[in-house]
T-cell receptor, first 111, second 115 residues
Framework: GEDVEQSLFLSVREGDSSVINCTYTDSSSTYLYWYKQEPGAGLQLLTYIFSNMDMKQDQRLTVLLNKKDKHLSLRIADTQTGDSAIYFCAERTGGYQKVTFGTGTKLQVIP | DAGVIQSPRHEVTEMGQEVTLRCKPISGHNSLFWYRQTMMRGLELLIYFNNNVPIDDSGMPEDRFSAKMPNASFSTLKIQPSEPRDSAVYFC?????????????FGPGTRLTVT
């Protein structure tokens, strides 16, 4: 079955790096995603990684994928107060376009 | 593009009333998803459509919930009768199939309060 887990809360100081972790159970995942949800808004795609990749970098964002351990992480460099939000990990396991979302990690950035 | 459009943005209704939530997906997208978000249960997939056909409705809580997609540019989620435990934020999302990454684009949500 599909199950995606994340820690609920992370607090960092402005300027530090943030690392948000995610574990998933379905080894047949094809795409893994990171979404950001700001207060009062819908989820917005930040980045994604295909399952045959180990790492993807996009400006301040670095995604690391460890398929053996079914572990995905999102690193945000030089974290800013505007990065405060809930971050969702998600996996697509094939079959149409259904995606399973994690529980979300609330990132708090302290000025 | 205007993105995914949902209406109304806020809905307050009394228990027992019928509630209809509306969604217009991004033009050209062929899949549409309805989610519910609460503090207790997080983000739950209720139902999704592919090419206007319901594919998986296993997340629909009970018979009080129904969803339709009469054409590629419109979908509704109906709750009849509504109950206080249905209070949540309901999101619609759409995506484009094919050979892409299938990312979903979310609407701003409808905040439903049932008193």
């Amino acid at each position: 079955g599909e199950d995606v887990e994340q820690s609920l809360f992370l607090s960092v100081r402005e300027g530090d790096s943030s690392v948000i972790n995610c574990t998933y159970t379905d080894s047949s995942s094809t795409y893994l995603y990171w979404y950001k949800q700001e207060p009062g808004a819908g989820l917005q795609l930040l980045t994604y990684i295909f399952s045959n990749m180990d790492m993807k970098q996009d400006q301040r964002l670095t995604v690391l994928l460890n398929k053996k351990d079914k572990h995905l992480s999102l690193r945000i460099a030089d974290t800013q107060t505007g990065d405060s939000a809930i971050y969702f990990c998600a996996e697509r396991t094939g079959g149409y376009q259904k995606v399973t979302f994690g529980t979300g990690t609330k990132l708090q950035v302290i000025p | 593009d205007a993105g995914v459009i949902q209406s109304p943005r806020h809905e307050v209704t009394e228990m027992g009333q019928e509630v209809t939530l509306r969604c217009k997906p991004i033009s050209g997208h062929n899949s549409l998803f309805w989610y519910r978000q609460t503090m207790m249960r997080g983000l739950e997939l209720l139902i999704y459509f592919n090419n206007n056909v319901p594919i998986d409705d296993s997340g629909m809580p009970e018979d009080r919930f129904s969803a339709k997609m009469p054409n590629a540019s419109f979908s509704t989620l109906k709750i009849q009768p509504s109950e206080p435990r249905d209070s949540a934020v309901y999101f619609c999302a759409s995506s484009l199939g094919g050979t892409g990454s299938y990312e979903q684009y979310f609407g701003p949500g409808t905040r439903l309060t049932v008193t």
